[in-house]
């Protein structure tokens, strides 16, 4: 009988799989990548102040594939945002185009991480040709000085 009960609990305990991750929903989507357009000298923002428009925006994959953007203005506050590129994994190349003067080239590398029950994007690779850039350390928004 001994025996016995040891043997179910064998299996009762050989049929139970653990799973550590089972109740935990942890999930962060990549960041989102906005870019503001402003003058190298003035810092003023260049679709503000209609030195560019934003029917004049294009951007495009390495491929030369259209890449969906959305142009948010709000409170003299214009931005181009790219809110797809981030879920695009291993290195990538944009090209934002805002005719006739402005173009540059942005390269992307992303890296989906799986760690303690949880699933998060990492940069590696972020790179702006063409023109210095910064990122603002509270809206995350990268300005683009243009010349």
């Not at 190298?40 to 925006?57: A, C, P, R, V």
């Not at 990122?135 to 000085?145: G, H």
């Amino acid at each position: 009988m001994r025996k016995f009960r040891l043997l179910i609990v064998f299996f009762a305990v050989l049929g139970c799989k653990i799973n550590e991750c089972e109740d935990i929903a942890c999930f962060t989507p990549p960041p989102n990548f906005a870019f503001e357009l402003v003058d190298k000298t003035t810092g003023e923002n260049l679709f503000t102040n209609e030195t560019l428009k934003s029917s004049d925006i294009e951007v495009v994959n390495e491929n030369n594939e259209k890449i969906t953007f959305k142009f948010i203005s709000e409170n003299n506050i214009n931005i181009i945002d790219l809110p797809e590129i981030g879920w695009n994994l291993d290195l990538h190349t944009y090209t934002i185009t805002v005719e006739p003067t402005v173009e540059f080239h942005l390269e992307l590398e992303m890296e989906e991480k799986h760690e303690n029950c949880c699933t998060f994007f990492k940069v590696i690779t972020f790179n702006i040709s063409n023109y210095t850039y910064e990122q603002s350390s509270t809206t995350d928004i990268y300005s683009i000085k243009i010349d």
